[in-house]
């Protein structure tokens, strides 16, 4: 019983968390959000027991990446970055994309529980060593390319926010 309010109050956290972070308008309060969703998270690792990857949510994503967040936030000049249009004609992507989302959450709802269970062929690999060692070998040998398309994807939005901040380079 305990497990479950603890569940539901960090899933809680971190669903109104990311949704404040995309509704109010003062960058600053929306970095505060991130950072209590970012939090929800991490505790939603720890009631996983992946010890690690709430160790790494703590220390680097609210640590290390909210802190930078702030310092860029605050270099920025937010008066200009508010009075420029916010949504530059995007509409149609964003629909789509809240459309996709939209249809994949359906479609998990109205399957069940049964589209998170592995095939009756795929038997999970036994645990070598510790949580680390675990995450490591299954990142490296089975996922290794969308792990690398990730690390481009957040490469490419991390140049993308120098050129968005600093339009003169």
């Not at 160790?55 to 994503?61: F, H, K, N, R, S």
């Not at 640590?63 to 937010?78: E, K, Q, S």
Request: with cysteine.
């Amino acid at each position: 019983m305990t497990e479950a309010v603890f569940f539901y109050s960090f899933a809680a956290l971190a669903v109104a968390g990311a949704i404040l972070t995309v509704t109010m308008r003062n960058a600053v309060h929306c970095a505060i959000a991130l950072i209590a969703s970012l939090g929800g998270v991490a505790g939603l690792y720890l009631m996983l027991h992946a010890e690690f990857l709430f160790a790494v949510q703590i220390v680097l994503y609210i640590g290390g990446m909210m802190v930078l967040f702030l310092f860029v936030i605050m270099l920025v000049n937010l008066e200009q970055a508010a009075r420029e249009r916010q949504f530059h004609r995007s509409w149609p992507g964003a629909l789509l994309c809240a459309g996709g989302t939209a249809g994949l959450v359906a479609w998990f709802w109205l399957r069940g529980v049964d589209t998170l269970r592995l095939p009756p062929g795929v038997q999970p690999t036994p645990r070598e060593g510790g949580n680390v060692e675990s995450l490591a070998m299954v990142l490296f040998r089975e996922y290794l390319v969308p792990f690398e398309l990730a690390s481009l994807l957040l490469l490419v939005a991390i140049v993308g926010g120098v050129m968005m901040a600093k339009k003169r380079i």
